[in-house]
């Protein structure tokens, strides 16, 4: 303990004067989080939907989808989109990259907490839908959805917040975001130190921020019910 430099844990002067240039990726971390979650989120309806039918068509090439991606590390599948498509003539900037991977890759952990919302739903809302004269897809829209949303609120609010802190991983891919900023700072003053605690600080106020949104919507549907 005694050969710790604790002077060089944190460098205040370095962080106030580093913040603004940091703080400039951090639309590119808000577009990758955000994107990511909406699209995955509207892909990943479809397949929870898949996965409930009871036609093998639709059913199995939804549960390999989940599987595979589930069962790959994010990283690896951006550098697949990112160094592997260009391989075979397939080229995209690295923000697009970014938001392909974290699209479809977020829609997999999605499709899960769909299809189990979905699932959760008394099955005498179905019967008495189908009673009233309602299709399926009016069912769907006015009597599951609003059911399956309050369930599905506190996880979906897990991969948001996994989303954000996982979007540090497109800065492998060049991606300017906030912890490649970090990064540049920290090797140009030659503290990784400051600047990785700056930046953690960053993350943790940007996911307090949606922790307050989640704390929001639960209050909200308690008080609607």
Known sequence: ???????????????????????????????????????????????????????VVLKWPAQVYISFMRGTPMLVFLFLLYFGLPMVGIEFSAI??????????????????????????????????????????????????????????????????????ASSLAAMITVPDLFNRAKIVGGREFDYMTMYILVALIYWGICSIVELGQSYLEKRYRYSE
């Open 1 to 55: 303990m005694s050969n710790i430099q604790w002077q060089y844990i944190f460098d205040l002067q370095l962080a106030i004067k580093s913040f603004p240039y940091v703080l400039q990726g951090i639309w590119y971390t808000i577009l990758i989080s955000f994107v990511g979650m909406a699209v995955g989120l509207l892909i990943g309806f479809f397949l929870a939907l898949g996965r409930m039918s009871k036609h």
């Open 96 to 165: 697009t990259c970014a938001l392909i991977g974290f699209s479809l890759h977020s829609a997999a952990y999605m499709a899960e907490i769909n299809r189990s919302a979905l699932t959760s739903v008394n099955k005498g809302q179905w019967e008495a839908s189908t009673a009233l004269g309602l299709s399926y897809w009016q069912t769907m829209k006015l009597i599951i959805l609003p059911q399956a949303t309050k369930i599905a609120v506190p996880p979906l609010s897990n991969v948001l917040l996994d989303l954000i802190k």
